[in-house]
């Protein structure tokens, strides 16, 4: 059930705390050219993990309250035991996801960390797009450079092309 309203929360909101453990936001990350690798990376939302809960603007508590209309005290309860059986699955498992979104681990010095999936849409309105694997024209192009005069003042710049 606290999935469920995690990832709700992060939709929505961008962030959500929870007590205990810490703080999930959404970070945009600019999308960009990796020449060395070749590869084109669109512009995506990822999430990051803060162990400070006070950073959020929303507690899971608060949010859950909000969407069941249940008194905060009611979900203090429900709340404690949803942190407890995450804790416990670290320990006996090494990892607990939460929904499609990701999964938190324990490190070795016993501090807690999210990884979100590779292929997580964060939020409804997210690019969705895939990383495509380009190769470069540019030795194509010197090649004709040779057959062509070049244009006094104009700069010779290198042609990506994507494949897919």
Do not use: C, N
Request: net charge negative.
């Amino acid at each position: 059930m606290m999935e469920h309203f995690i990832k709700e929360a992060i939709e929505e909101k961008g962030q959500i705390g929870i007590p205990g453990l810490g703080t999930l936001i959404v970070d945009e990350q600019p999308g960009g050219l990796d020449e060395d690798l070749g590869v084109v990376h669109p512009p995506s939302r990822r999430i990051s993990f803060l162990e400070d809960v006070s950073s959020a603007d929303l507690s899971i508590v608060e949010y859950v309250s909000e969407k069941t209309l249940r008194s905060p005290g009611d979900l203090e309860a429900d709340v404690a035991e949803f942190i407890d059986e995450l804790k416990r699955s670290l320990d006996t498992e090494g990892r607990k996801e939460i929904g499609d979104l990701g999964y938190f681990t324990k490190t070795d010095d016993d501090r807690f960390d999210f990884v979100t999936f590779e292929d997580a849409t964060v939020l409804p309105d997210s690019y969705g797009l895939p990383k495509l694997k380009v190769q470069s024209l540019a030795p194509a192009v010197a090649g004709k450079a040779d057959q062509a005069p070049a244009a006094e003042g104009k700069e010779e710049t290198a042609l990506w092309l994507a494949l897919i």
